[in-house]
């Protein structure tokens, strides 16, 4: 009983608040953008000649929101090819608000600036073409503009016009001048805190922006010894059917538990640098005043990864040949029984993640080595990811 309890905790330390899902064998890329494909453009749909990204929101087109004052043009989202990065551009365009007139607008796309008000910049931002991405790992390594104004994001979204019966929204990250002021989820570290970034979801019922539920939102800060938002970062969000899990660097800052409140549809995957309210001010005259910035959020890369999902089988390894060839995925059950007096060993060169809904048990004798890439979870599987159920 000893040697399986400290064999539990040893594996449980092993992966406790770690982001590997990018190296986990019980993932499959489905994006692994690293920007690195010359030559590269935006056709006149601005679709991206590798077909993954789009330069607008399939549902605000070229803007979005009235509480923002950019304009989203193909020209800003710009692939840096020498250096194989992403970067989204802001520029300070024109001292009066910019109109239908003063814009391109892709193919398809009706513009709606008269929809906003007070549009000064022009700016990047990119879209996944597909609205495919359900329970998966997201990560991004980027540097953010920090200043009064930037409103840098990596999020998934469904959009307001979409069929499902729910808004959701999960946010891996936001940043905003605004967020650091005093009060803001209790911290008072000052207007302008470079170190901070907030994460959480948007849920509602009624399939509306308004009135939606703000769930798991956290604002957190970075320790002064690590790296500011200004320098390169890299943000990992899990959404699973039963758990929403961020990471920053690796390190886990967030989570949230709660399955009915989590986003079951498939959402958009979106990155783009808002300038938000704070840009301006206004005077008791009401004159307003624009904080004049022309900066960049670079992106190195954006990946995604989904679970491969075996989640009718019930895998029972009874040697050391099926263990070492056990083929991963996310299955009901691992039990791992073990009747011989040799212990079934997971050697230090090994490289092997075992994942089940349900449990996985392990009986007999059963040794990992100090050095082993070895770990264990539990992931619920979705009904969509169960075609039957066995007994």
């Not at 004052?69 to 692939?79: D, E, K, L, N």
């Not at 509602?204 to 922006?209: E, F, K, P, R």
Request: net charge negative; glycine share 4%.
């Amino acid at each position: 009983m000893k040697k399986v309890f400290y064999l539990c905790c040893l594996m449980f330390l092993s992966i406790k608040g770690i982001a590997q899902y990018t190296e986990d064998p019980n993932f499959d890329a489905v994006i692994n953008d690293n920007f690195d494909v010359s030559p590269r453009y935006w056709d006149n749909s601005y679709s991206d000649s590798e077909y993954i990204w789009k330069a607008y929101f399939a549902a605000t087109g070229i803007t979005h929101g009235n509480s923002e004052h950019q304009v989203y043009q193909r020209s800003h989202a710009v692939f840096d090819t020498i250096n194989d990065m992403m970067l989204l551009v802001a520029d300070y365009v024109s001292d009066t608000d910019l109109g239908c007139d003063d814009v391109e607008v892709p193919t398809g796309i009706y513009c709606n600036i008269s929809n906003n008000y007070s549009i000064r910049y022009f700016s990047g931002a990119i879209e996944s073409i597909q609205k495919s991405f359900l329970y998966e790992y997201f990560e991004i390594r980027c540097k953010l503009p920090v200043h009064r104004g930037a409103f840098p994001a990596f999020w998934l979204w469904g959009g307001n016009n979409t069929t499902d019966p729910h808004y959701e929204e999960i946010d891996i990250f936001e940043y905003s001048w605004n967020i650091t002021k005093p009060g803001y989820n209790h911290y008072s570290h000052g207007l302008g805190d470079t170190r901070c970034i907030t994460a959480g979801m948007y849920y509602n019922t009624n399939g509306s922006y308004n009135n939606n539920s703000s769930i798991a939102r956290i604002l957190t800060r970075v320790s002064n010894n690590k790296p500011s938002m200004n320098q390169w970062n890299t943000f990992g969000c899990l959404w699973m059917p039963d758990k929403v899990i961020w990471y920053l660097n690796g390190e886990e800052f967030n989570s949230y538990y709660v399955r009915d409140s989590i986003p079951h549809h498939p959402l958009y995957l979106m990155a783009n640098y808002a300038i938000d309210n704070f840009i301006m001010t206004i005077d008791e005259n009401h004159d307003t005043t624009f904080y004049i910035y022309n900066d960049i959020m670079y992106i190195d890369y954006i990946k995604a990864y989904e679970p491969i999902w075996d989640c009718d089988n019930c895998v029972f390894i009874e040697n050391q040949y099926q263990l070492d060839n056990y083929e991963h995925g996310i299955k009901r059950s691992v039990t791992i029984s073990n009747n011989d007096s040799i212990p079934l060993l997971i050697d230090a060169s090994d490289k092997k993640s075992i994942m089940a809904s349900e449990y996985v048990l392990i009986e007999g004798p059963f040794h990992v080595n100090s050095r082993a890439n070895f770990s264990i979870m539990i992931h619920n599987c979705s009904e969509n990811n169960i075609q039957s159920s066995t007994n």
